[in-house]
Structures are given as structure tokens and as C-alpha cells.
């Protein structure tokens, strides 16, 4: 249950080891792939009631000491005001790439109420549901992580606009890095206040770079959140 797993997080002694699983809600659910026959995946994530569902399935089902919040790593840029969508079978497309000081400016840093409420709406009416039952682990795209995809419009294997912005252009780079990184700030601290018990930073790319690279252009801003 939520105490097993906190104690767990804190290196606590625990009575057995907690168990849950990073895509938890994903493809062994009939109920869950019947939901995505009928609503595209940042729909479900935007829609409070839909995304508590989905979040609570594994608990129900399989018991697990953790609900992780169904969402996507790329809901914060609804607050930013960049536009994106998910291409199926390929993932996240930003039209307009983030490649010039312009463009950084026009990023917005609002807190998580105004950029994402409806993740806080799901939070809320998890926790109401969930009551002891489960502990709840919200999550946020690291900065370099959606840097990589603001700046390269796509998915990528090697990132080379965005490692080739790094290095040409460093400081816009650190005004970019800086941005984000004050709107996950307000991110994951709007999820912590309406409930969330653990807090999860996924840099999902962070290995295409040497440790050299990490500790200059990427640590500072991790270790900020």
C-alpha cells in the first residue's frame, strides 16, 4: 500500500519490496485499450474523469502500492503555449520548433493551475478514490528531454538540431534550459499541492550525451528542480 512505497522512497525498512510498473496503465488492460479506440491519448490525459480512470485501473486490478498519474511528459507545453500533437506511431510533433531567441521569449511561465488544471483535476479525484490504498506518483519531463523535442520538432535517435543549438548557440541554449526548467519548478510543485506523494523527472534522452556535456549543460537545471 502508500506506505510501503513511501517508506521505500525515504530508504525506510519496508515488509516486502513495492511493486508498480513505469507504463502502468498500458496495453494489458481490455478496458484501457477499449478507452483508446474511442478517445486519442492526450485526450484521455486532458479529461480529468479519464485520466483518474485509466490511473486507477492497476490498483484495482493488480493491487500494486503506487498509481502513477496517467499523463504525457508534453502536457506542460499547454502552459508554455507551444503547440504540439502525438502522430501515432511515431510521437510527439511540434510544428514550430524553439530555434531562435524569438521563440524562447514567447515561451509563457505560468503555474501549474493555469498551464495544466485539468492534471491537478486528476490528481484530486485520484487521491479521493485512491484513499490509502495505493501512494500516488506524479511526473514531469526533464528540461533537457523536452528541449530535445522543442527543438527538433520530432523524435529523433540523435538529436543533432538540438546538440548542434547546444553547442553553437550556448546561451540561448541556457535561456531555454532556464525556461523550462522554472515551468517544471511550478509544474510539480502544482502537483505535490493538490496531492501527488512521489515525484518523478524523466530525462529520457539525457544518455546521448557525454558526462562532460551533462554536468555543463544539463545538471544545473535538474538539480534546480
Avoid at 4 to 14: D, E, F, G, S
Avoid at 61 to 67: E, G, I, M, T
Avoid at 190 to 204: C, T
Amino acid at each position: 500500500g502508500a506506505e510501503r512505497m513511501l517508506a521505500a522512497c525515504r530508504l525506510q525498512a519496508v515488509d516486502a519490496t513495492p511493486v508498480w510498473f513505469m507504463r502502468q496503465a498500458g496495453r494489458c488492460f481490455p478496458e484501457y485499450r477499449r478507452l483508446r479506440e474511442k478517445y486519442e491519448i492526450l485526450t484521455i490525459a486532458r479529461t480529468p474523469e479519464l485520466s483518474a480512470q485509466v490511473t486507477l485501473m492497476p490498483v484495482e486490478q493488480l493491487h500494486v502500492d503506487a498509481a502513477v498519474m496517467f499523463a504525457d511528459i508534453m502536457l506542460v507545453l499547454d502552459g508554455m503555449g507551444v503547440p504540439y500533437h502525438i502522430a501515432p506511431e511515431t510521437g510527439p510533433i511540434i510544428p514550430d520548433p524553439i530555434r531562435t531567441k524569438s521563440a524562447v521569449d514567447a515561451i509563457r511561465v505560468v503555474d501549474a493551475e493555469e498551464g495544466t488544471p485539468y492534471v491537478l483535476d486528476a490528481i484530486r479525484e485520484i487521491k479521493k478514490q485512491l484513499k490509502d490504498s495505493a501512494a500516488l506518483v506524479g511526473f514531469s519531463g526533464s528540461p533537457f528531454t523536452l528541449a530535445c523535442y522543442m527543438i527538433e520538432g520530432r523524435p529523433s535517435r540523435t538529436f543533432d538540431l538540438a546538440k548542434g543549438l547546444m553547442f553553437a548557440t550556448p546561451d540561448l541554449w541556457h535561456d531555454l534550459m532556464k525556461k523550462i526548467t522554472e515551468v517544471i519548478v511550478l509544474y510539480l510543485r502544482g502537483q505535490v499541492q493538490a496531492g501527488i506523494q512521489v515525484a518523478q523527472l524523466f530525462d529520457s534522452w539525457v544518455g546521448i550525451l557525454s558526462p562532460q556535456q551533462y554536468e555543463k549543460f544539463v545538471e544545473p537545471y535538474s538539480r534546480r528542480i
